[in-house]
């Protein structure tokens, strides 16, 4: 019954990607590229046959309790990267099972990671897709689920608290359909606000709405190999403002539309923009060249798509002294807010684990004293507090293990990365980052590694976007008992 129940929700999930594979056609068709036009609508076709398919012949689901949330989630996005390789290998665009799977998990988990070398040499439709799976993956294909369509049952808030990236999803109605409708309309508002800024600079109106979807999504695919470095200063400085605020919570912005002041009076937005300053004025200090205005917008977009996530470049960040190096693998594990589409591990989790150790050494001097962890003013729950603990512990986990596996399988098939590029990649990976450094850095691509690493990357990616729980629930064996 369990599984019939998640079938279900995978269908729904799995007939939406089709719909929206109808989109790229269309873009394929309105320039002129017939075959790929047809090849995409194929892929959609067989897409939502599969999940409409699954959807009406599975039970559907009544309340789902937290367990199966996170099991249908978790399973729902394994089957959006599977049916989202289908563009890439009916049109030949993406050959080779590891790179189509890598390609279409980076994609999703907003990870920006590519095997593609000139991304201007595939047809606008396919870059199209690239680009839409990420904004797509940014705020969630469940959530909007939720939002407009009314097939997964009572099981909303369970699903959703297993797909939003942060602790806990920040409702903003009692309702949470309302809160997910209302979620991407802001979503949906600054995505064109920022296509219609960009087209006004250089760029061609294509250019700027796939820009505005892997900005706002924090994914960092472009339509060219230069990425934002391709650019002027004016688009730069665009794409840094919508970096920023797609790395904040987006129901702050909700908020903010009736008390403009809302953010200034979050202790994890002032951490935020505190973390991103000092990053920015480092990296412009370190690097500063001739021009102020270069060095400091240089060192402030670095900064942003970084902690971000988003993954776009303007400068070859590898090549950077080693110690800054160890600073950009550091900015890899801090994302952005709770309620963002970042990924890695949130500010707020970093806020909460800060104070957590200052109580227990508190604790240490006064053992007889009673003393809460706090985020600003707000006392946290000690349930948060170990949900928190515990999260941070799975993800320095699975980066250590996952470095460990990226090695030895480097090393079993002769591969070529060597123990800073191997150590960045599943930094990236599993923070949705994009580059790393050395072979995998900014100026470079992971075309290089071995296809069993891509595997694993591929499933470092959909662990970190998924936050790790959905993915381990999967895999316990109390989940499939009656």
């Known amino acids: 019954m369990l599984f019939r129940h998640l079938l279900h929700v995978v269908g729904a999930v799995i007939a939406g990607i089709g719909i929206a594979m109808t989109s790229p056609a269309i873009v394929s068709a309105l320039y002129g590229e017939w075959n790929d036009a047809g090849l995409i609508l194929a892929s959609a076709g067989v897409t939502v046959t599969v999940g409409f398919g699954l959807w009406k012949v599975f039970d559907r689901p009544g309340e789902l309790s937290v367990r199966e949330g996170f099991a249908a989630v978790g399973l729902s996005w394994i089957a959006m990267v599977v049916v989202g390789t289908l563009p890439y290998l009916l049109t030949g665009s ?12 980076s994609g999703f988990t907003t990870t920006g990671a590519s095997i593609v070398a000139d991304p201007a040499a595939l047809s606008h439709g396919i870059l199209f897709w690239r680009s839409l799976t990420q904004w797509i993956g940014g705020m969630g294909i469940i959530v909007l689920s939720i939002a407009i369509l009314p097939l997964l049952g009572m099981g909303a808030v369970q699903l959703a608290r297993a797909e939003s990236p942060g602790p806990t999803p920040d409702r903003l109605t009692p309702r949470f359909r309302e809160t997910a409708k209302r979620l991407w309309l802001v979503y949906l508002a600054l995505t064109v606000a920022e296509a219609g800024l960009l087209a006004v600079g250089e760029m061609t109106w294509f250019e700027a709405v796939n820009h505005a979807f892997t900005t706002m999504s924090t994914g960092g695919f472009s339509t060219n190999a230069g990425s934002m470095g391709a650019y ?83 400068s070859d960040f590898a090549a950077w002294a080693p110690a800054l190096q160890v600073g950009i693998v550091g900015l890899m594990f801090v994302g952005g807010m709770a309620g963002s589409t970042s990924g890695s591990v949130k500010v707020y989790r970093l806020q909460v684990l800060s104070g957590a150790s200052r109580v227990d050494v508190r604790r240490l001097i006064h053992p007889r004293g009673v003393f809460v962890t706090r985020v ?62 050395g072979e995998v850095g900014p100026a470079s691509n992971y075309l290089g590694v071995s296809g069993a690493g891509k595997v694993l990357l591929s499933s470092l990616m959909i662990v970190g976007r998924l936050e790790i729980l959905p993915i381990l629930i999967l895999f316990n064996r109390e989940l499939w008992r009656r």
């Open 232 to 314: 002027s200063a004016y688009i730069q400085w665009v794409v840094i403002v919508f970096m920023l605020l797609a790395g904040a919570s987006f129901a702050l912005h909700y908020k903010a539309l009736r008390e403009p002041s809302v953010h200034f009076r979050s202790a994890e937005f002032r951490l935020y923009l505190g973390i991103i300053g000092l990053a920015g004025a480092a990296f412009a200090a370190v690097n500063w060249g001739a021009s102020a205005h270069d060095s400091i917008r240089d060192g402030l977009f670095t900064s942003l798509t970084l902690v971000t996530t988003t993954g776009y470049g303007t």
């Open 376 to 437: 600003g003013r707000r006392a946290v729950p000690e349930a948060i507090v170990e949900a928190v603990q515990t999260f941070f512990l799975l993800y320095m986990f699975a980066f250590m293990t996952g470095t460990f596996l990226l090695a030895m399988i480097e090393w079993f098939t002769g591969g070529h990365l060597d123990m800073v590029a191997t150590v960045s990649a599943v930094a990236s990976a599993l923070g949705n980052v994009g580059p790393g450094l």
């Open 94 to 105: 993406i050959t080779g099972l590891a790179d189509v799977v890598f390609e279409s998990a």
